[in-house]
């Protein structure tokens, strides 16, 4: 069952008038709560209704599933089957369109703030200058926006400090993260002061941008497409840089990072832009590699 990708269209374009750099943290993905609203919800399918379905609803609208993000209707309809069984396919989870244990899992895992689809074709070329024989699974922003500049400066600059990271410690996480990337793409970084081309920092809940944390778990960061650099981390999230006993700020990094350079996510659980935080992850992935080298063929 497919999504109505022409009023799909209409309302990302509407999104993209309104603001231009829309793409970033939905704005009440609240972790606790909807963890239990999940567990509530267990073996809800169509032609049902729960108090929770709403909140269901408003989740996946938010991550660019379904078009009435803002609703409250309880009804399990055709449309949050739809949407559940793409948000099951994106993350590797079999299409049932309904709330099963792997899907309240997937859901349950903290991630990127930004949604998984955010352009209704997002990859017309699967396979670009024969970059690689199978499909590729990344995707980029509406318009594809890219930096028209391969040397980028970067700065740090937070609103709010982490018991757990250092500075030092912060900026060595972002130093390594982009090392990475410019080791497989055309991009060389030089550390400078504000303003930047990427300016990322430590933020709590409402920071300035319009699109306020959550705090402890669910939304880790959010980032911005170019040519608009922003990078932030949620302040309130048990942050390590040694990988363990926390979340891995350098993974976390290496990710936004990329949205920064203009990808979006990627169904491949493998790649770095996979929207959500499975485990340390400090290298690119192959469909990581083939969508920068595409984007900036």
Not at 153 to 168: C, D, E, F, K, L
């Amino acid at each position: 069952m497919a999504l109505n990708l022409s009023k799909l269209s209409i309302l990302l374009l509407l999104l993209f008038v309104v603001n231009p750099f829309p793409f970033v943290e939905p704005r009440v993905l609240q972790s606790a709560v909807f963890t239990r609203t999940l567990g509530s919800l267990r073996g809800i399918h169509r032609g049902q209704r729960a108090k929770g379905v709403g909140q269901l609803r408003n989740y996946l609208g938010q991550l660019g599933y379904l078009g009435d993000s803002n609703s409250t209707n309880d009804n399990f309809d055709e449309s949050v089957e739809s949407a559940l069984k793409h948000y099951q396919l994106f993350h590797s989870i079999g299409a049932t369109g309904v709330v099963d244990e792997e899907t309240i899992k997937a859901m349950s895992l903290p991630r990127c703030g930004l949604p998984d689809i955010t352009n209704p074709n997002p990859n017309p070329n699967p396979n670009p200058n024969g970059l690689s024989e199978g499909p590729q699974n990344y995707s980029f922003f509406p318009g594809s926006p890219k930096w028209r500049k391969f040397a980028l400066t970067y700065a740090q600059q937070s609103s709010a400090s982490v018991p757990s990271v250092s500075i030092n410690a912060f900026k060595q996480a972002a130093d390594n993260a982009l090392r990475t990337w410019a080791a497989d793409s055309k991009f060389t970084f030089r550390e400078s002061r504000v303003p930047a081309d990427i300016v990322y920092g430590f933020h709590r809940r409402d920071h300035g941008d319009g699109y306020p944390f959550d705090g402890p778990g669910q939304v880790l960061a959010h980032a911005f497409a170019p040519q608009n650099g922003r990078c932030h981390f949620d302040g309130e999230e048990q942050w390590t840089t040694n990988g363990q006993g926390g979340i891995d700020l350098e993974t976390v990094c290496l990710h936004e990072y990329g949205h920064n350079l203009g990808l979006g996510h990627s169904r491949d659980t493998k790649a770095i832009m996979y929207p959500s935080y499975t485990g340390v992850k400090r290298s690119l992935g192959q469909d990581d590699i083939n969508g920068i080298q595409a984007l900036y063929s």
